[in-house]
């Protein structure tokens, strides 16, 4: 079936270093790939997303990548900061008709001061 | 604008007890989600809605779980009985047209 994998399972910078986590899809059809932030005892919510008709997207200090021939993609934090400190989760969609949303196991990120 | 409210916030319940969840959308949003998240991993589909009308609940465990959207707005989720795996907390999340799901704060059910 339809799979998300993601890695690492944890993660731990110094405040100001950069932070890279990878995920890789399994089903060809999906088009949309949105990364969500969770912090503790709250839902999470979605920090940035790529459509597949495009191999970068930049947003001030986050951005994400996609290979889609590899079915890869990447979310990466520059200039890490403390309120970084999160569950990352990416997922990957098809937006025609569906849109029902694999999510990947997460990643704990600790920036630390 | 408000947000995914979702309630209660926590339950604490003795297994073979029924529970049951409730969710309101984001006003205008046709499509809702119940989400299960196990401690440590993703969420996990459990049934999609396009108003009221449920168009996939091929993960949700039917003999134990039901689901209802009645008016195409909010939704309530149904445990009966619940069982120990079961403890986990339940997310609703809702979207309009574009891609972007909108999450609540989910409800942690701890089943003793």
């Known amino acids: 079936g339809e799979n998300v994998e993601q890695h690492p399972s944890t993660l731990s910078v110094q405040e100001g270093d950069s932070a890279v986590i990878k995920c890789t899809y399994s089903?060809?059809?999906?088009?949309?790939f949105p990364w969500y932030k969770q912090e503790l005892g709250k839902g999470p919510q979605l920090i940035i997303d790529?459509?597949?008709?495009?191999g970068e997207k930049k947003d001030q200090r986050i951005a994400v990548t996609l290979n889609k021939t590899a079915k890869h993609f990447s979310l990466h934090i520059t200039e890490t900061q403390p309120e970084d400190s999160a569950v990352y989760f990416c997922?990957?969609?098809?937006?025609?008709?569906?849109?029902?949303?694999?999510f990947g196991t997460g990643t704990r990120l600790k920036v630390l001061a | 604008e408000a947000g995914v409210v979702q309630s209660p916030r926590y339950k604490i319940i003795e297994k073979k007890q029924p529970v049951a969840f409730w969710c309101n959308p984001i006003s205008g949003h046709n499509t809702l989600y119940w989400y299960r998240q196990n401690l440590g991993q993703g969420p996990e589909l459990l049934i999609r809605?396009?108003?009221?009308?449920?168009?996939?609940d091929s993960q949700l465990p039917k003999d134990r779980f039901s689901a209802e959207r009645l008016k195409g707005v909010d939704s309530t989720l149904k445990i009966q009985p619940a069982e120990l795996g079961d403890s986990a907390v339940y997310l609703c999340a809702s979207r309009s047209g574009g891609g972007e799901l909108f999450f609540g704060e989910g409800s942690r059910l701890t089943v003793l």
């Open positions: 997922a990957a969609s098809q937006t025609s008709g569906t849109y029902k949303y694999i």
């Open positions: 089903d060809s059809a999906s088009n949309y």
């Open positions: 790529i459509r597949s008709n495009v």
């Open positions: 809605y396009e108003n009221e009308e449920a168009v996939d």
